[in-house]
């Protein structure tokens, strides 16, 4: 079974533009969540899908957007880019969000702006 | 908000017992997971546990959870090299949705 994907692996953006990452879960999976790690603020939750509905947010301002598709696949925007967005951004996918059901992270996508 | 705090680093020689730390502040967290990252790889899950259990055996884990001092141990019996990684200790209310993070833990393993 293949695992989640991420693309792109690396981006590098300027301050002021948008970004979109996408993320495809495993097969099967309808729960995609989206995290940001920083050196600073560690790993933080941004936001989960689950049938394309968004069920929970962290807090991040709404510059940082989601949505997700009816083939369970994920994409992150974020829009009016600023340095401290640079980040690794991961995403990850369980059958139904459940806590009880194993997460499974992809490898994330290296956000960088300068 | 909540809280989870662990310490930054840990070291210890292969074959020995590793044994991370974390705290939570909120006594309403109903699941306490661990996670392993290694270097350029995303997070992998490896255990979790439910706040109405003290312990959890899985292999070479042990999960020790005090809920009294919200505070929740990870102990790896027999390390070994491919142990070394960063262990993120994260608690929540709701599951997944509600998650909050811990800094992580670098574990090194000396051969």
């Known amino acids: 079974k293949a695992g989640v994907t991420q693309t792109p692996r690396y981006l590098i953006k300027t301050r002021g533009q948008q970004v979109t990452l996408s993320c495809s879960p495993i097969s099967g999976h309808r729960s995609v969540s989206w995290y940001q790690q920083t050196p600073g603020q560690g790993l933080q939750f941004l936001f989960e899908?689950?049938?394309?509905?968004?069920?929970n947010k962290g807090n991040f301002p709404g510059r940082f957007s989601g949505r997700q598709f009816s083939n369970s696949r994920s994409e992150m925007n974020v829009s009016t880019l600023e340095l401290g967005d640079s980040a690794l951004y991961l995403c990850a996918s369980s059958l139904g969000g459940e806590p009880t059901d194993t997460q499974y992270f992809g490898p994330g996508t290296r956000l960088t702006v300068l | 908000g909540e809280d989870v705090e662990q310490s930054l680093f840990l070291s210890v020689r292969e074959g020995d017992s590793s044994v991370i730390n974390c705290t939570y502040t909120?006594?309403?967290?109903?699941?306490l997971y661990w996670y392993k990252q290694e270097p350029g790889a995303g997070l992998q899950l490896l255990t979790y546990?439910?706040?109405?259990?003290d312990m959890k055996q899985d292999q070479r884990l042990t999960v020790l959870l005090n809920k009294k001092d919200k505070h929740l141990s990870l102990r790896i019996a027999d390390t070994q090299t491919g142990d070394s990684a960063i262990y993120f200790c994260a608690a929540a209310r709701g599951g997944y949705q509600k998650v909050t993070f811990g800094t992580g833990t670098k574990l090194q393993v000396i051969p």
């Open positions: 899908y689950f049938s394309e509905t968004q069920r």
């Open positions: 546990i439910f706040s109405n259990m």
């Open positions: 909120d006594s309403s967290s109903t699941y």
